[in-house]
């Protein structure tokens, strides 16, 4: 039975304070920048689920016509693990939309901000809302 | 003081000797003047191993959100109350900046708020903590705070801060130019010995067998210790994590690290000590104090006169096989023991590659930027009438940062507003026609 | 999943064991709690497995400037048969590997043998590597810790529970059959190879290791391999390990991520400003 990644809202986000990690992870601006932000929409090719972060590669349409393979880096694919959710829950062909930060050295990378299906619900947030996903 | 314990010959099983000791006092050098710190005492006493230890085997978590050292707005005050807890944790819940376009959340959004490259959002970090109601997680000094450095310390760790100005915590310019610019953790070779939280993947799963403590640390640390009173390595010979030697006082494991390397690091996740601290002469004492069938408190004194002017301890708690409850994005709350996953980093490590080239990249690119009147950066100071003259309407608004699309489609233009005048571009290097006007 | 019951037998060059391996009560150290073999302690083999599982002569170093350090050493096959059963597209790729193990340049190659870039090793190539590794046992849990990297494995004792990710160390549920420890290992990611010959497998890749302890200080290591992706067949390979007995032993660090810096990212550093 296939599972489409989705999340109702963005309820209940927390941001982390204090000595832990905090999400505006510092050596990210290292590696992506700042100054070129991005947001493209195309179809998942491929997740890489590697440590320390997971890859999805999204087929995106240029407006020449051709096919340009973006990869998005998001976090540890064991989070998404202990959410329940596995490799072929994001299955080649889902379309989505991405907005992040395209990578320093100008290649077609980025980091995944926010990632979210064409509808405008998000995959990857936090908390449940009251819209419960369908299948 | 040290316990002995007697080894069996052609036997594994350990008999020895315990003591109770109402307090343990925690050996190191102080200036003259300075008490020394002494761990609270425990009443709890855990199940035993087959073999006779205290059994403290599980996999721990350490999530918490207590900074390190107590911020100065709260001089004096040890502890929240319950009130000031819920009310810490509502507010945690309204500071999201990660807001989506049109999302009413973006009106309260300020310009730093937006314009900030979160790698990824507050989804990838768990949402629940080890509960704690301190301010900090240092005991001691009682002030909560770091000791001062010594000039030599500090004098070194400048020196480090000038060759690798990215891990200066709060560096303007992050430029990964060399892999040491990177710290230990991020570089994939190893974590800080002790390890405080990381946001995530921060569990260790303490194992037992007799005459040793294995502790495996969900990223990159594996610590083996020994328990039989074997003298330490000496040297650098324990390298990035130290070289570890246990023993039980009563139901408390004491470890001593030393024989760490001295070469330097950046401060790293999960780090008690900041960028361009040398290890070499650290002498580590972590006291494992059980006070609950899931529950340690994990005491940390760490003492090196070359480095600090004395000693000082942290503390945090640590919870075992926590039943973690998770939306899982399917409608569903799950809750399941906490499992540990392999955590291959050095295998994934694109970010360093990345990184390196992005520089020699964005060091060519700044080279040959156009000038200043044709490019985006001369829309700083127009107001919101002068950019809908230009460009029409935004595509789309997100509190005070409008947003519109470049020729190429991906990349997208932000403007930022203060006071009804521009005062950030994103881009600021690119040609003014390359924004497509939004008609 | 059961194997189907495979008589050793000594061919040729092949180095066979003993078979089969009868332990008797009293000559192994068994554990106060359920009394099986106590398999604590600090392990190596010493085998040259890790240059190739099949027969390897000796032969230069393919980095000549390093002499006789870096000079590949002799060692005989420890497959049972002596060769790895390959579907021939299969043995194409192997060779495939073998060439490109070493590339010789600067730089991160991921066609390179995973251990020349310090990667995990996988099962059952982190057992012979030139490391020791240590055996931790209690009631109903295990691990297994090994020098290289940060190469380890929970060994869950009696488990049942299916691989729930793809890992390079693999997902290993253990049980006893008597006085064997059989560990069953799926879950690969099929980056991994068995050797710098470049001998591999896929994600496909089934292990069933069996550690049996003979005496208090060796053990024998069997390990049947099966991957319908590139093996015709199941094979087996085995090897003994042997305790480490020198007083205070222990594993040393081994943290070659560092060690591989210079390797690859020497040629994309950016001169300091000022």
């Given at each position: 039975m296939r599972t489409i990644l989705t999340a109702a809202g963005l309820g209940g986000l927390l941001v982390l304070v204090g000595a832990a990690e905090a999400v505006a992870h510092h050596s990210f601006s290292a590696e992506f920048d700042i100054n070129r932000p991005i947001q493209l929409t195309g179809t998942v090719a491929k997740v890489e689920w590697i440590n320390p972060h997971a890859w999805i590669h999204v087929d995106v349409k240029k407006p020449d016509g051709t096919i340009e393979t973006w990869e998005i880096e998001t976090g540890t694919p064991n989070t998404l693990l202990r959410r329940g959710l596995r490799k072929q829950d994001l299955p080649a062909g889902t379309e989505v939309k991405v907005s992040g930060y395209q990578a320093r050295d100008g290649t077609a990378k980025a980091n995944g901000t926010n990632v979210t299906l064409p509808d405008g619900r998000a995959l990857f947030i936090g908390s449940t809302g009251p819209d419960a996903p369908t299948k | 003081m040290r316990l002995r314990f007697l080894i069996a010959a052609g036997s594994l099983v350990v008999a020895g000797v315990t003591v109770w000791l109402a307090e343990a006092v925690v050996a190191g050098q102080a200036p003259s003047g300075t008490t020394p710190f002494k761990v609270p005492a425990s009443t709890y006493a855990p199940p035993k191993t087959p073999w006779g230890d205290p059994d403290l085997q599980g996999v721990w978590d350490n999530h918490?959100?207590?900074?390190?050292q107590r911020p100065a707005n709260l001089a004096g005050k040890k502890t929240f109350t319950d009130a000031e807890l819920a009310a810490r944790a509502r507010s945690r819940d309204d500071n999201d900046p990660l807001c989506n376009q049109n999302d009413e959340r973006c009106a309260k959004a300020t310009v730093a708020e937006l314009d900030r490259l979160n790698a990824y959002n507050g989804f990838w970090t768990p949402q629940t903590f080890v509960s704690d109601s301190r301010t900090?997680?240092?005991?001691?000094?009682p002030d909560g705070s770091i000791p001062p450095l010594t000039p030599e310390a500090l004098a070194i760790q400048q020196a480090y801060l000038r060759a690798h100005p990215a891990t200066e915590p709060s560096a303007a310019v992050i430029e990964?130019?060399?892999?040491?610019?990177?710290d230990l953790a991020e570089r994939c070779i190893a974590a800080q010995v002790p390890t405080t939280t990381m946001g995530y993947n921060s569990a260790q799963y303490l194992m037992q067998s007799p005459g040793w403590v294995m502790l495996a640390h969900e990223r990159l640390n594996t610590r083996i210790i020994p328990l039989d009173g074997r003298p330490h390595l000496g040297g650098t010979m324990g390298g990035w994590i130290g070289d570890s030697r246990g023993h039980w006082e009563g139901n408390t494991l004491v470890v001593e690290t030393t024989s760490y390397t001295n070469k330097q690091s950046g401060?790293?996740?999960?780090?008690f000590a900041d960028a361009?601290?040398?290890?070499?002469n650290f002498h580590v004492v972590e006291r494992f104090v059980p006070v609950g069938p899931n529950r340690i408190q994990y005491y940390v004194t760490i003492s090196d006169p070359q480095t600090w002017t004395r000693p000082w301890t942290f503390m945090q708690p640590w919870e075992k096989d926590r039943v973690l409850s998770y939306n899982d994005n399917l409608g569903a709350t799950k809750a399941e023991p906490y499992q540990m996953y392999e955590y291959a980093c050095h295998e994934g490590n694109n970010a360093m590659g990345n990184s390196l080239r992005g520089t020699l990249q964005a060091r060519q690119r700044a080279a040959s930027r156009p000038a200043d009147a044709e490019s985006t950066k001369s829309l700083i100071g127009k107001t919101a009438a002068d950019i809908r003259a230009m460009y029409?309407?935004?595509?789309t608004i997100a509190g005070p940062r409008w947003q519109y699309s470049t020729a190429n489609g991906i990349l997208q233009f932000f403007a930022f507003f203060e006071n009804g005048k521009v005062v950030l571009v994103r881009p600021d290097d690119i040609r003014l026609t390359e924004v497509v006007p939004n008609r | 999943m059961r194997m189907p019951l495979v008589a050793l037998v000594a061919v040729g060059l092949v180095a066979a064991l003993q078979p089969p391996v009868q332990t008797q009560d009293g000559r192994i150290p068994r554990t106060s709690w359920d009394k099986k073999p106590n398999l604590n302690g600090i392990w190596q083999a010493l085998s040259t497995a890790n240059w190739d599982l099949e027969d390897h002569e000796g032969g230069p170093s393919p980095v000549v400037v390093t002499g006789v350090w870096g000079a590949r050493l002799p060692g005989m096959s420890v497959v049972e048969g002596g060769k790895i059963p390959y579907k021939p597209e299969a043995l194409a790729k192997r060779d495939q590997n073998r060439n490109n193990a070493l590339p010789g340049k600067p730089g991160r190659d991921l066609n390179a043998d995973p251990e020349l870039n310090c990667f995990l090793p996988g099962v059952p190539r982190a057992t012979y590597l030139p490391h020791p590794f240590q055996i931790f046992q209690s009631p109903n849990r295990m691990w297994i810790v090994y020098q290289y990297s940060y190469a380890r494995r929970e060994i869950f004792m009696n488990g049942k529970k299916e691989a729930p990710i793809d890992s390079w160390m693999g997902w290993s549920n253990a049980r006893w059959d008597g006085d064997t420890l059989v560990i069953d290992v799926t879950g690969f990611n099929g980056r991994t190879w068995f050797d710098r010959a470049g001998n591999f497998a896929t994600e496909g890749l089934h292990v069933v290791e069996r550690y049996t302890m003979i005496d208090n200080d060796h053990i024998v290591y069997e390990a049947t391999i099966e991957d319908p992706n590139v093996f015709t067949r199941p094979w087996k390979i085995s090897m003994p390990l042997y305790r480490r007995i020198e007083k205070n032993v222990q594993l040393l660090q081994f943290r070659c991520a560092e060690y591989v810096e210079q390797f690859f990212y020497g040629e994309l550093v950016s001169p300091p400003r000022n």
């Amino acid at each position: 039975m296939r599972t489409i990644l989705t999340a109702a809202g963005l309820g209940g986000l927390l941001v982390l304070v204090g000595a832990a990690e905090a999400v505006a992870h510092h050596s990210f601006s290292a590696e992506f920048d700042i100054n070129r932000p991005i947001q493209l929409t195309g179809t998942v090719a491929k997740v890489e689920w590697i440590n320390p972060h997971a890859w999805i590669h999204v087929d995106v349409k240029k407006p020449d016509g051709t096919i340009e393979t973006w990869e998005i880096e998001t976090g540890t694919p064991n989070t998404l693990l202990r959410r329940g959710l596995r490799k072929q829950d994001l299955p080649a062909g889902t379309e989505v939309k991405v907005s992040g930060y395209q990578a320093r050295d100008g290649t077609a990378k980025a980091n995944g901000t926010n990632v979210t299906l064409p509808d405008g619900r998000a995959l990857f947030i936090g908390s449940t809302g009251p819209d419960a996903p369908t299948k | 003081m040290r316990l002995r314990f007697l080894i069996a010959a052609g036997s594994l099983v350990v008999a020895g000797v315990t003591v109770w000791l109402a307090e343990a006092v925690v050996a190191g050098q102080a200036p003259s003047g300075t008490t020394p710190f002494k761990v609270p005492a425990s009443t709890y006493a855990p199940p035993k191993t087959p073999w006779g230890d205290p059994d403290l085997q599980g996999v721990w978590d350490n999530h918490t959100t207590v900074p390190m050292q107590r911020p100065a707005n709260l001089a004096g005050k040890k502890t929240f109350t319950d009130a000031e807890l819920a009310a810490r944790a509502r507010s945690r819940d309204d500071n999201d900046p990660l807001c989506n376009q049109n999302d009413e959340r973006c009106a309260k959004a300020t310009v730093a708020e937006l314009d900030r490259l979160n790698a990824y959002n507050g989804f990838w970090t768990p949402q629940t903590f080890v509960s704690d109601s301190r301010t900090a997680l240092i005991e001691d000094p009682p002030d909560g705070s770091i000791p001062p450095l010594t000039p030599e310390a500090l004098a070194i760790q400048q020196a480090y801060l000038r060759a690798h100005p990215a891990t200066e915590p709060s560096a303007a310019v992050i430029e990964i130019r060399h892999w040491e610019d990177y710290d230990l953790a991020e570089r994939c070779i190893a974590a800080q010995v002790p390890t405080t939280t990381m946001g995530y993947n921060s569990a260790q799963y303490l194992m037992q067998s007799p005459g040793w403590v294995m502790l495996a640390h969900e990223r990159l640390n594996t610590r083996i210790i020994p328990l039989d009173g074997r003298p330490h390595l000496g040297g650098t010979m324990g390298g990035w994590i130290g070289d570890s030697r246990g023993h039980w006082e009563g139901n408390t494991l004491v470890v001593e690290t030393t024989s760490y390397t001295n070469k330097q690091s950046g401060g790293s996740v999960g780090a008690f000590a900041d960028a361009g601290i040398r290890f070499g002469n650290f002498h580590v004492v972590e006291r494992f104090v059980p006070v609950g069938p899931n529950r340690i408190q994990y005491y940390v004194t760490i003492s090196d006169p070359q480095t600090w002017t004395r000693p000082w301890t942290f503390m945090q708690p640590w919870e075992k096989d926590r039943v973690l409850s998770y939306n899982d994005n399917l409608g569903a709350t799950k809750a399941e023991p906490y499992q540990m996953y392999e955590y291959a980093c050095h295998e994934g490590n694109n970010a360093m590659g990345n990184s390196l080239r992005g520089t020699l990249q964005a060091r060519q690119r700044a080279a040959s930027r156009p000038a200043d009147a044709e490019s985006t950066k001369s829309l700083i100071g127009k107001t919101a009438a002068d950019i809908r003259a230009m460009y029409g309407n935004p595509v789309t608004i997100a509190g005070p940062r409008w947003q519109y699309s470049t020729a190429n489609g991906i990349l997208q233009f932000f403007a930022f507003f203060e006071n009804g005048k521009v005062v950030l571009v994103r881009p600021d290097d690119i040609r003014l026609t390359e924004v497509v006007p939004n008609r | 999943m059961r194997m189907p019951l495979v008589a050793l037998v000594a061919v040729g060059l092949v180095a066979a064991l003993q078979p089969p391996v009868q332990t008797q009560d009293g000559r192994i150290p068994r554990t106060s709690w359920d009394k099986k073999p106590n398999l604590n302690g600090i392990w190596q083999a010493l085998s040259t497995a890790n240059w190739d599982l099949e027969d390897h002569e000796g032969g230069p170093s393919p980095v000549v400037v390093t002499g006789v350090w870096g000079a590949r050493l002799p060692g005989m096959s420890v497959v049972e048969g002596g060769k790895i059963p390959y579907k021939p597209e299969a043995l194409a790729k192997r060779d495939q590997n073998r060439n490109n193990a070493l590339p010789g340049k600067p730089g991160r190659d991921l066609n390179a043998d995973p251990e020349l870039n310090c990667f995990l090793p996988g099962v059952p190539r982190a057992t012979y590597l030139p490391h020791p590794f240590q055996i931790f046992q209690s009631p109903n849990r295990m691990w297994i810790v090994y020098q290289y990297s940060y190469a380890r494995r929970e060994i869950f004792m009696n488990g049942k529970k299916e691989a729930p990710i793809d890992s390079w160390m693999g997902w290993s549920n253990a049980r006893w059959d008597g006085d064997t420890l059989v560990i069953d290992v799926t879950g690969f990611n099929g980056r991994t190879w068995f050797d710098r010959a470049g001998n591999f497998a896929t994600e496909g890749l089934h292990v069933v290791e069996r550690y049996t302890m003979i005496d208090n200080d060796h053990i024998v290591y069997e390990a049947t391999i099966e991957d319908p992706n590139v093996f015709t067949r199941p094979w087996k390979i085995s090897m003994p390990l042997y305790r480490r007995i020198e007083k205070n032993v222990q594993l040393l660090q081994f943290r070659c991520a560092e060690y591989v810096e210079q390797f690859f990212y020497g040629e994309l550093v950016s001169p300091p400003r000022n």
